[in-house]
């Protein structure tokens, strides 16, 4: 199985950028589609974007499509998420998940991704 650790987060003012990393051990990320979740206060973990093991396709969430992108770097087993123009509604704790199936894509639900990593805090203010 896989291990992942986010990490990146921090607090920033609206219009900011963040970069994100998740860094991957025990498997390699080009076995598994990688997804970004989050999750508000009082709010439930809600899909982000993701890409499949190869990086040749990525489904974002309506909210975050033209501002967050998605990468991989497979020497460094490590994914990352690109944030930019950050607004104060994008404050959550971001999750880095890995579909341990990875069969199927896009997969946007929380109950599809196996592997999940502790959490990054994002706080943006206005």
């Known amino acids: 199985q896989v291990q992942l650790v986010e990490s990146g987060g921090g607090l920033v003012q609206a219009g900011g950028s963040l970069r994100l990393s998740c860094a991957a051990s025990?498997?390699?990320?080009?076995?598994?589609?990688m997804g970004w979740f989050r999750q508000a206060p009082g709010k439930e973990r809600e899909f982000v974007l993701a890409?499949?093991?190869?990086?040749?396709?990525?489904k974002y969430a309506d909210s975050v499509k033209g501002r967050f992108t998605i990468s991989r770097d497979n020497a460094k087993n490590t994914v990352y998420l690109q944030m930019n123009s950050l607004k104060p509604e994008d404050t959550a704790v971001y999750y880095c998940?890995?579909?341990?199936?990875?069969?199927?894509?896009?997969?946007?639900?929380?109950?599809?991704?196996?592997?999940w990593g502790q959490g990054t805090q994002v706080t943006v203010s206005s």
């Open positions: 025990g498997r390699t990320i080009s076995r598994y589609h």
């Open positions: 890409n499949t093991r190869s990086g040749g396709s990525t």
């Open positions: 998940a890995a579909d341990g199936d990875s069969t199927y894509f896009p997969r946007t639900s929380v109950n599809e991704y196996e592997y």
